[in-house]
């Protein structure tokens, strides 16, 4: 079977050379920040059956502001981080780029420029040495695998050192000034994540109580729950589940997460054809992302889509 080579501008992985794949070391205080933005929130995460079990504060209101701020960044990610700015599957109008930018900064998982970065760099080494989060770079038994998994679940990020040249993969997104600025502002999108749900909170139930159950709930919870099915795909994807295209790594097909991540984990179908702006490409695969795109496309906002055409999807099978 034949592979699609993406047009998006991912590096190949280089042979040598002045400009190193890993940037500097984190300074102490960005990595505590990391610490800070994936630890509390998860603690919220861990906390929240609990919480609501003994307390009963749980409102229709919480469930609504949790539901929509979920659904808003998780498409910030989806389809602003990940299949506009990482594989340009779509042209957008500026106001549809610089809205992308901003709800995918509010999901709390690093600035634009250093997101796309990242995934490219993982585009070019997937599953070898050199990709950031890979489950199999320790090796097969029982005890790597385990380790394989919290690396690329979540372990890649507490490592300093694990950073990527953004110059190298990134020089595009370097040139637009919108996106440099939104980057920079990252600690402005960050606040507005966390408060914005306690203010609309409290606003409609006209309540401290409903100021801080929002907050929990919509903002804490929430960031956590995004975070652990955007994280999923970069583990469990690499792991197990179908794989009916060819690629030169491991991702798989996972349909228990495609509605929480999005479509995202129709992993080995992005991985066959990375710049295709369905990663559903088959009867029945749910991808919102997609959906999302296609809605944008018909009200005019974004043009150029590629879609998984016939004679796109028979490549991809062809022997």
């Known amino acids: 079977m ?12 280089p042979k040598a050379g002045p400009r190193p794949i890993h940037g500097e070391k984190r300074d102490a205080g960005r990595q505590s920040l990391v610490y800070l933005f994936l630890l509390v929130p998860m603690a919220a995460l861990a906390a929240a059956v609990p919480f609501a079990w003994s307390t009963g504060l749980l409102s229709w209101t919480d469930i609504a502001l949790t539901v929509g701020f979920y659904l808003l960044t998780l498409h910030g990610i989806t389809v602003g981080y990940h299949r506009l700015f990482t594989h340009g599957s779509f042209k957008p109008n500026r106001p549809v780029k610089i809205a992308l930018a901003i709800l995918g900064s509010m999901a709390v998982q690093g600035p634009v420029i250093t997101w796309v970065a990242d995934h490219r760099r993982h585009h070019a080494f997937s599953d070898k040495e050199g990709d950031p989060h890979s489950p199999w770079l320790f090796g ?11 690396h690329a679940h979540m372990g890649w990020m507490f490592e300093p050192r694990n950073t990527t040249n953004e110059e190298r993969f990134a ?5 637009d000034r919108d996106l440099v600025m939104i980057d920079k502002l990252f600690w402005v999108w960050t606040v507005a994540t966390f408060a914005l749900p306690a203010v609309l909170g409290g606003l409609i139930t006209m309540s401290w109580q409903g100021a801080a159950t929002a907050f929990f709930w919509a903002a804490l919870v929430r960031v956590s729950a995004l975070h652990h099915a955007t994280w999923s795909t970069n583990s469990i994807c690499h792991m197990i589940g179908e794989r009916p295209f060819k690629s030169r790594d491991r991702a798989a097909n996972f349909w228990p997460l495609a509605l929480l991540s999005g479509g995202e984990s129709w992993h080995n179908s992005h991985h066959a054809d990375q710049t295709c702006a369905r990663h559903g490409v088959k009867r029945g695969q749910i991808d919102t992302s997609a959906r999302v795109i296609r809605l944008m496309e018909q009200a005019g906002w974004v043009t150029d889509v590629k879609w998984p055409t016939p004679e796109r999807l028979a490549r991809l099978a062809a022997d």
Do not use: M
């Open 2 to 13: 034949a592979t699609l080579t993406p047009t998006a501008p991912v590096p190949a992985a």
């Open 140 to 150: 097969t038994s029982a005890w790597a695998l385990t380790k394989g998994f919290w």
């Open 171 to 175: 020089p595009d997104l370097l040139r």
